[in-house]
Every structure is written in structure tokens, then in C-alpha cells.
DNA sequence: TACGAATTGGGCCGCACGACCTATGTAGCC
DNA sequence: GGCTACATAGGTCGTGCGGCCCAATTCGTA
């Protein structure tokens, strides 16, 4: 019998941090630590040194996508298994490109679960993994390569908070016209054809946060 | 000791579904089936008659809360505890005159969604649930009993679906007019402004689902 | 039977929004 | 020094959108 995985899980909902937590111990997995938001999660990744890193796609602060970038940054060897809500062509690709291991439904069983973090350590890779890293070998999904900048982010943040256009331009400090050339930058980086959609699908890829 | 609590889970997502399962057998408690659905809650609901039900607000067919007004109605005495992504006031308010006991963020701790259900027996209620009682009973937010009509339900998830006014109305076979009738009706109840905060309200809200 | 709610539809008005084009300053990078 | 990306800002144009009037039909229900 070799040693047990150490395992970090980061998700910023506190239920499925705690359950999930205890189906991994019962699984024989050894949780060392638990992240409620991207920050904490790089932070923890650095002082923990876990072997798999179980992260959510949308959480505060810094979304699953970006922590998995700067923690792979840090240590390319880094294993981790993003979980999203939606399966969402663009995230898994991004996920791939940040440099993540593995990739989970929050739709799909625990076996599942604990399947895809042993296959983490062992350096293999997910169907879903695999079958997106040929599509973008392929070059039929990469259109993915529009990356949403800070300053996208910030706007459609503000948006999905409630402001329109004349209040999205008096919080950022710019005027109206850099915040509809800012929404529509991001109308085709999300293939989006108004601000609803997207919102919604900025939302879908764990890039903005619903309160 | 008494006889262990029997319990029905209703969640879409099934890997919560699973973990929450194992967690609760751990703690005693007899979860005697799951659903992945509202139409599958309301049918295991009547089928296995549980002792408590632990429903999410967001699922596909039945949202949460009208599954809870369902099963209320065909067995009073059920007791069900709402799960629930965000601490919305609206929702919170429409569970409790759907009938449910107890409330839940998703937030909060496991050993919380354990008291709960032992309070949803004992028929206490939670500090959350009593609290917006009380705002009900002040007449303080009962802005809420503005119920969404199905035909409302329908216009937002034809947007959500990425559908404009026109689209909505083929879809719908109706005039434009009437969507845009609809969709005013809809700003009143949920305090929304336009299509896009009235989407993302509807997704708090559970009322809406997000593909 | 009579009332209210839901659903359907019309017209008008003003403005916000999105499409398209151009342009400048400021970084970072080879 | 040039190249590219990002953030900034302007203009114009058409139409989609939301606010505010009103009215007809159907339906459940009081």
C-alpha cells in the first residue's frame, strides 16, 4: 500500500467542501486542505504541496481558471482537477491551456471523482480532457483563444450587478463610449450578441459572480 | 434511540446527491431515495413518504419551490428543507408559502444541514426561515407575493436562451408586443430594469435554468 | 353572475444599445 | 525602433428596448 493522495479542495461552497471531504477520506484520500476562493487556493497550493488539487471553476477573488494558471506557473507539476457546473466548451479549453489535469461535471457520480484524481497522479488524462485537447489540436474549438481581459472582466462584473451603461462608465471612471467598445470587444470573445448573453454566458464560464 | 430519520434528496447535481448521501448515512440518517428532478421529487415524495425532504430550488421540469408547493398540497404534514445556491429574500419567502420547513444556503456547514433536518422534525425552524417570517409577518419585504406566471417563466427561459424579443415571439407564436408585455410584467416582480437583470434574477431565483 | 387575473394585442415616445469605422496613448516585447 | 495588444474616446446610424397609455378575450372563482 503506498502513501495516501494528499488532496487540496477548493470551492467556495461550504456544503459540498464538507461532504466532499468526507466521501474523500472514507475513499482513503488524505485531505490536507480546504480553499473557499482562488487566492486561497494558490496560497494553500503553495504551502501545502498537495499532489492533487481539487478545484471549482467559480469562486471569488480569483476564478479556478486563473488560480490553476498561477499555480502551475509556480510548479509545472502541479496536478489539478478542475469541477465546473456547465460543460462548457471554452472553460474546458481554458482549463487545458491553465494547465489543468483532469476535468469534472459537478453532474458526474463521486466514483468519478475519485477515478479522475487518482488518473491526475498516475498522468493520465480524462475522456473529456482528451477529447478536447484533440479538438483544439485540431483546431475546430480553439476559437477559445479570446482571452477576456482585467478591464472586459471589470465591466461585466458591474454589469451583472446591476448597472447600466452610463453607471458601469462613472464606477470605472471612463466614459460611455470605452464601456460599449469594451462590451463590444466582448461580444466576440463570447460569441454573445448582447450584453444578456453575455452575462449569462460569462456566468456559465465562472468569469463573473452572481450574488 | 429512535428510529433514524428517512430521507429524500432531490438535487440536479449529482455529485453533491452522492456526497451529501454518504454524509448523511454517517450521521444516522436513512436517505431513502434521490431525485434528480422537481417532477422526481414530487413522485419519490408521495412513493416513499421520507420523514424530511432536502430539495435544491434550482432543477430542471420543477423548480424547487413549486415541487414543495406540490408536495405540500397532497401531504401537509411533509416536512422539507430548501437548499439553495444564494441567500435570496425573494426566494426564501416564496419557499416558506410553498410550505417548506426549513432553509439552506449552500454556504453553510454540514453539521447546519444536519440540524436542520432535525429541527425541520422537530418542528422548529430555522433562525433564517423565522426571521423572514417575521419580515412577512411585518409586511416588510411581502413584495414577493408577486408570482411569476408560467407564461412569464417561459418568456425568461426563451432569453436565457439567447432568444431577442423577435425570436421570443416566434417561438412563443405570439406578437412582439406581448413579449414585450410580458417582460414588463416581469421588471415589476422582480424589481429588474431590463432583460438582463431580470434573467439573472430569475437564475437566483431558481426560476430559470442555465444550459 | 360578476370580479379579478392572465394572456393577448395596439400605439406612441424617447433613449439606450449594438454595428461599424477611425484614432491616440501606453505598455510590453522581440 | 517597430510590433502588437490594451485601454481610451469620438462619430453615425438604425433599431431594439422600456415606459406609459389603453382594450379584448378567456378563465377560475368568489
Redesign the interface.
Known amino acids: 500500500m503506498t502513501d495516501p493522495i494528499r488532496l487540496l479542495l477548493a470551492d467556495?461552497?461550504?456544503?459540498?467542501r464538507?461532504?466532499?471531504k468526507?466521501?474523500m477520506l472514507?475513499e482513503g484520500f488524505d485531505v490536507v486542505g480546504e480553499a473557499s476562493d482562488g487566492q486561497e487556493a494558490v496560497d494553500l497550493a503553495e504551502e501545502l504541496q498537495p499532489d492533487v488539487i481539487l478545484m471549482d471553476v467559480t469562486m471569488p477573488e480569483i476564478d479556478g481558471v486563473e488560480a490553476t494558471r498561477r499555480i502551475v506557473e509556480q510548479r509545472p507539476d502541479a496536478r489539478i482537477v478542475m469541477?465546473t457546473?456547465?460543460a462548457d466548451q471554452d472553460v474546458i479549453a481554458a482549463a487545458i491551456r491553465a494547465g489543468a489535469s483532469g476535468y469534472?461535471v459537478?453532474?458526474?457520480?463521486?466514483d468519478e471523482?475519485a477515478a479522475t484524481v487518482r488518473e491526475a497522479i498516475s498522468g493520465e488524462v480524462s475522456q473529456q480532457v482528451a477529447a478536447s485537447m484533440l479538438r483544439e489540436a485540431k483546431g475546430l474549438a480553439d476559437d477559445a483563444e479570446s482571452v477576456i481581459t482585467k478591464r472586459e472582466i471589470e465591466v461585466l462584473q458591474l454589469?451583472?450587478d446591476?448597472c447600466?451603461t452610463p453607471e458601469v462608465a462613472e464606477q470605472l471612471f471612463i466614459s460611455q463610449k470605452t464601456v460599449k467598445n469594451h462590451l463590444a470587444s466582448i461580444y466576440a470573445k463570447l460569441d454573445a450578441?448582447?450584453?444578456?448573453?453575455a452575462?449569462?454566458q460569462a456566468?456559465?464560464m465562472g468569469i463573473v459572480r452572481?450574488?
Open positions: 467556495d461552497h461550504r456544503m459540498l464538507e461532504t466532499l468526507r466521501s472514507d469541477l457546473m456547465h469534472l459537478k453532474d458526474c457520480s463521486f471523482v454589469i451583472a446591476g447600466a450578441r448582447d450584453r444578456t448573453q452575462v449569462l456566468v456559465r452572481l450574488y
